[in-house]
């Protein structure tokens, strides 16, 4: 499987909303997310975290790339269990998959199935497309990260 990990753009600093899921995307992040989105091969599936900035990322991936709709995941938001995503990505039987979520979650995620020495740090609105052979730690190759 080709597993691409979208951390969501850059979102409002926390206190501007009334909570952490309803932080929204800033005008920066949009267009920074729209310039990694254009990078995207075709995909089979994308899924996404409830939290807002997410989904507003996801849109953005949507419009960019044609893809006609995401599932909503609530194992894909900040906190969620790395083992519990790689089990339930296991089930999964798509060869080309979008995850759009979060920091830790992507960022370990990423140095678990790969095994890099000083693991994969994801920024805002980076992309990581990772050659997945195995849901298992040192599983997978990291390809690239833009």
């Known amino acids: 499987m080709i ?5 969501h753009g850059e979102a409002e600093p926390y206190g501007r909303a009334s909570d952490d899921a309803s932080r929204a995307l800033v005008p920066a ?6 310039q990694v989105a254009a990078k995207l091969a075709p995909l089979d599936a994308v899924y ?8 507003q990322t996801a849109d953005l ?5 044609g893809q006609q709709a995401y599932q909503l995941n609530d194992g894909l938001t900040p906190d969620s269990s790395v083992p519990a995503l790689m089990a ?14 979060h920091n830790p979650l992507l ?3 990423a ?5 890099l020495p000083g693991g994969v740090a994801l920024s805002t609105a980076n992309l990581a497309c990772l050659d997945v052979s195995d849901f298992l730690p040192g599983g997978a190759e990291l390809l690239w990260v833009k």
């Open 3 to 7: 597993l691409y990990l979208l951390r």
């Open 29 to 34: 992040g949009m267009k920074a997310v729209k």
């Open 48 to 55: 996404c975290s409830p939290y807002l900035r997410a989904r």
């Open 61 to 65: 991936v949507l419009s960019a790339t």
């Open 88 to 101: 339930w990505l296991e089930t999964i039987k798509s060869e080309r998959l979008l995850l759009v979520a």
């Open 107 to 109: 960022s370990s995620l």
């Open 111 to 115: 140095s678990q199935l790969t095994g």
